[in-house]
């Protein structure tokens, strides 16, 4: 079957849809088909009609100038067979694993630096690494209980890890709420193709939080900075589904011995929090009984098993962008295995080596800062300007631990409905992984975020980008 739409051309990139020598992958033909049926004002319709729904059902983001959009959404698919989700799956629950014995680690004996695998000088220089942790055991050994590992296809189509996100991971209300506008504006295609169903993530997710209740007494809430960060939607959403509070640092106070939150009903004590928030929230708080330092406090209610977070406090440490450039490494220490997920070539600024290479080559690399989020603080060396490199070089000069750099990699794209026209746009995936005791659930799929712009490789909705639902289709 060949892709008949004039204005589409994949271009030599990895096509998701289209094989290199113009067919239609045959995963991808009946959404093709679909496709083919609409006109030019019928495509634009479907777009339109799904981003109404998507405005209906409320899934908005706040920006980063204080506005609340809804989140752009495209209604053509990216598909995942069933065999290729299984690989994926394998590979991320290894690296999970991994990442959670290595926080473990790093907070306990720390073998992994004695054995010197990662200099002792890493860990303690990450941002959000806490001395004051060392020690702590959470509820069945758990550190990364919820996580968003960013995946993306190069140019031959090779699967790989980007980032690792362990700390306080967004996007999965997305991820509900794009099924839902497909179930409205598409239900004879689902029906045909029949995707894995995306709604228990709020049951799974509580499973995954059991062991809070079974070490301390009390309630379990989530925990979020409040109404006016971008993802207050999803903390919202997930609230609802779980059946929980949704608290604020404010509400907070020690009590007894143990933590509690201000509600409607009183005083109610918490047996552990889904953070959704860095643990600078839990600074310079007024927790009552004269307490001087807050954050201090309540990792002491860890400590004595009085407390617990998910993700727990610490964890931060694993999304440092330095420490992914160790990755294979800890797989390799911990599991005694080689990755399933090749990393993206990776050049850290704090080897002499490496950091004299990124600052010959700014033109063409892709340079990140260790602990910034959401594109921020991010060169993109080919669309870069004389003076951008030369700030940047100053920064790797001056602070060289803080930034590590990549090649450009070319994403594999999807098409995407612009004007009323199919267009290549790329793309990136990040699944959801719980930590669930001893068992590690993938949940299927995850969030396909778009660049909606022609040709850009940034794909953050803070940058302007959009997201897709994934299908995982049966066999």
């Known amino acids: 079957m060949t892709m008949k739409f004039d204005a589409y051309s994949p271009q030599n990139v990895f096509d998701e849809y289209v094989s290199a020598d113009g067919d239609c992958r045959s995963l991808a033909e009946p959404v093709v088909q679909w496709l083919q049926q609409k006109s030019s004002q019928g495509l634009a319709q479907s777009s339109a009609d799904a981003q109404a729904v998507l405005d209906d059902l409320g899934a908005t983001f706040t920006t980063v100038h204080g506005e609340t959009q809804t989140l752009p959404f495209d209604p053509v698919p990216r598909l995942i067979s069933q065999a290729e989700w299984q690989t994926l799956s394998a590979g991320l629950k290894q690296r999970i694993a991994a990442l959670n014995l290595f926080c473990a680690d790093v907070y306990g004996d720390q073998k992994i630096c004695r054995d010197e695998v990662i200099p002792l000088e890493v860990i303690k220089s990450a941002k959000r690494y806490l001395p004051i942790c060392r020690g702590l055991r959470p509820p069945q050994d758990v550190w990364c209980h919820v996580s968003g590992i960013d995946l993306v296809r190069d140019r031959q189509g090779q699967w790989c890890v980007l980032e690792d996100n362990v700390r306080d991971p967004s996007g999965i209300a997305y991820v509900l709420k794009n099924r839902q506008a497909m179930q409205r504006v598409a239900p004879q295609l689902l029906e045909t193709m029949q995707p894995q169903p995306v709604d228990d993530y709020a049951h799974q997710l509580q499973i995954g ?54 509600s409607d009903r009183g005083w109610q004590r918490l047996a552990g929090l889904y953070r959704r928030c860095d643990t600078e929230l839990l600074q310079d708080l007024d927790l009552g009984n004269g307490t001087a330092d807050s954050l201090a406090a309540i990792i002491e209610l860890c400590q004595q098993g009085q407390l617990a977070f998910a993700n727990t406090l610490g964890a931060g440490i694993a999304d440092d962008k330095v420490i992914y450039g160790y ?74 631990r803080g930034y590590m750099a990549q090649p450009t990699l070319t994403l594999s794209q999807i098409p995407t409905i612009i004007d009323g026209q199919l267009a290549p746009r790329h793309t990136d995936l990040r699944p959801f992984i719980i930590h669930q005791g001893d068992d590690i659930y993938v949940y299927p799929g995850g969030l396909t975020r778009v660049a909606l712009e022609a040709g850009e490789l940034v794909v953050n909705s803070s940058q302007g ?11």
Request: charge should be negative.
């Open 209 to 262: 939080l059991e062991s809070f209740q079974q070490a301390a007494q009390g309630t379990v809430a989530i925990l979020t900075r409040g109404p006016e960060i971008s993802s207050y939607f999803e903390h919202q959403t997930l609230a609802e589904q779980m059946q929980i509070p949704l608290i604020e640092a404010k509400d907070l106070a020690i009590r007894e011995g143990a933590l509690h939150f201000h």
């Open 327 to 400: 990755v294979p490494d800890i797989i390799r220490f911990y599991l005694d295995a080689e990755p399933l997920l090749p990393n993206v070539p990776t050049y850290l600024c704090w080897r002499d080596r490496d950091r004299q290479y990124v600052l010959d080559h700014l033109d063409e690399l892709v340079v990140k800062s260790a602990s910034a989020e959401g594109g921020q603080d991010m060169l993109f060396g080919i669309h870069s300007t004389a003076e951008e490199r030369a700030t940047f070089a100053d920064k790797i000069r001056d602070q060289p």
């Open 465 to 475: 980008g959009g997201s897709k639902d994934t299908w995982i289709l049966p066999e």
